[in-house]
């Protein structure tokens, strides 16, 4: 077995690279000047089969915020529940909603305009339900309608009482397996309702059933279509008319179990006016945020040009990727400051090529060049179990997020991840799952287990790792808050894959976590 697998250690100004996105417990408060008013909103349509929409604006720059509100102290089930609804909405959106988790007890003490609100969990840990109008209202502890079974899914849409341009999502249940049913029934993305357009109750979700999840983006077909127009990907022509840099942003999909092969390409149509000055005017191409190439405009290129640009093909990832284009438009007089005239298009009939190779996996973990694999080689996520402290909501708002990230890189539906609490692992978890395990570690009591296995192990009774294999060591103050990733083979089945995340502080383990 291969012991190290990789190690980064992260003072708590080290940039995130590994999950790409940062959440927050806090939400801005309102100013305390007198806001400018607003035009009138728009009537929320609160229907459950046009999920992700309201919280999530398909086609839309800018987003609410939105927070997961779980028990304060959540069963696995419901922890579970909350990390396959994050995982759904890190999908339906694309990973761009603004999504953070918060306690029943942080909810009440918190300020929630401007944010759309998703509760999951049975409906005693919520009193603050029987504040909004549901189809289903709580009484007591429970939903009551005569529809409900006491092991049904339960989902839910209503005018948020803290906003009302904003909404609620409850995700719940009368027990717990009714409240994963009902995210389960979320993450297939296609929700079908009953006596009312905001209420869907779910008898059951068949083990073993797996479909392609309803999504904004189309991934890169598996079988001989490797070249699509961006039409195909459900683009249109876009043209910008700005004087100055604009963006035009793409998305496509590497489908799981399969890696970008080489000869990538894209053969970029596009066409511009000629009322530009052409010494300043042109566009750069990005793939990921890596620049792949160029191009100048020209009375040439005015009369519709298609450009050949190579892409890397280790440039492109598993999962959700960024096709972008940094489009200057320079007028031929500036001192006018006017774009009369200007533009450049980019067309629909624009064609990515970009040949798929199965993905290999193995045990013989070198580094975390390959994540978010092994932990999506099920596009379901079936493979794939969080191991958390019981107490630790840090820890819980991590592996949210980490769920989000992971969720925009798989198509599968539905989601079988599974969450499991520290002190109660079965024998089947540690054999059939890849973990992600997270918190402080002396809170982690299977890090007593690891500690023979780790790269780097803990000191004893201490969160501080024992730094003597790193390339380079360097002299720490005492009170330094560090996190730290921690990638191995686990020593009870090499064939499964432990990621810790773990600190010397909560605020460590939450780098460790941006990282």
Do not use: C
């Not at 709580?138 to 079974?149: D, H, L, M, P």
């Not at 360097?474 to 921690?486: H, M």
């Amino acid at each position: 077995m291969n012991k190290l697998a990789y190690i980064f250690t992260l003072s708590l100004t080290a940039a995130g690279l590994l999950l790409g996105m940062t959440y927050s417990n806090g939400f801005a408060q309102a100013a305390t000047e007198t806001p400018t008013p607003e035009p009138a909103a728009t009537p929320l349509t609160l229907d459950l089969r046009l999920l992700p929409e309201p919280i999530y604006q398909l086609g839309s720059n800018t987003h609410a915020a939105s927070a997961l509100v779980v028990p304060d102290s959540p069963t696995a089930a419901e922890m579970r529940a909350a990390l396959i609804v994050s995982a759904s909405f890190g999908r339906m959106s694309r990973g761009k909603l603004p999504l953070s988790l918060v306690t029943a007890s942080q909810f009440a003490i918190s300020v929630w305009t401007n944010t759309n609100l998703i509760f999951v969990g049975k409906p005693a840990a919520f009193p603050m339900l029987s504040q909004v109008s549901l189809p289903a209202p709580v009484s007591g502890t429970a939903f009551v309608s005569s529809e409900i079974q006491p092991e049904d899914g339960i989902l839910q849409m209503t005018i948020s009482a803290w906003d009302n341009t904003k909404v609620i999502l409850v995700v719940s249940g009368n027990t717990d397996a009714g409240v994963v049913k009902a995210a389960q029934a979320l993450s297939v993305g296609s929700i079908q309702t009953g006596s009312y357009p905001n209420l869907a109750i779910v008898l059951n979700v068949n083990a073993g059933s797996s479909t392609v999840a309803k999504a904004e983006t189309l991934a890169i077909p598996t079988s001989t279509q490797q070249t699509n127009t961006f039409g195909d990907l459900g683009y249109a022509s876009q043209t910008v008319t700005e004087i100055g840099t604009s963006t035009a942003e793409y998305q496509f999909d590497i489908p799981p179990g399969f890696v970008a092969a080489e000869n990538a390409y894209l053969d970029l149509m596009f066409s511009n006016s000629t009322f530009l000055d052409y010494t300043r005017s042109g566009l750069l191409i990005y793939i990921n945020g890596r620049v792949v190439g160029s191009a100048r405009f020209s009375d040439e290129t005015a009369q519709t040009a298609i450009l050949r640009i190579n892409i890397p093909h280790n440039f492109i990832s598993a999962g959700s990727n960024s096709l972008s284009f940094d489009v200057n438009l320079a007028p031929l007089n500036e001192s006018s400051g006017e774009s009369f005239g200007l533009w450049a298009t980019i067309y629909s009939a624009s064609i990515l090529h970009v040949p798929l190779a199965p993905a290999t996996t193995s045990t013989d973990l070198r580094d975390l060049s390959k994540y978010p694999y092994p932990f999506i080689n099920d596009p379901t996520l079936s493979n794939l179990a969080f191991i958390l402290p019981e107490q630790d909501p840090t820890a819980w708002e991590i592996a949210a997020q980490i769920a989000f990230n992971l969720g925009r890189s798989v198509i599968g539906a539905p989601f079988y991840l599974i969450a499991v609490y520290d002190k109660q692992i079965p024998e089947e978890v540690r054999q059939n799952y890849d973990w992600i395990l997270i918190g402080l570690p002396m809170e982690l009591q299977v890090m007593e287990e690891l500690q023979d296995t780790l790269p780097a192990p803990f000191e004893e009774n201490s969160n501080n790792a024992i730094l003597t294999k790193q390339q380079v060591e360097y002299r720490l103050p005492k009170d330094a808050q560090l996190g730290y990733l921690e990638l191995l083979s686990a020593p009870w089945n090499h064939a499964r894959t432990i990621l810790a995340i773990v600190g010397n502080t909560e605020a460590g383990v939450r780098q460790a976590g941006n990282a």
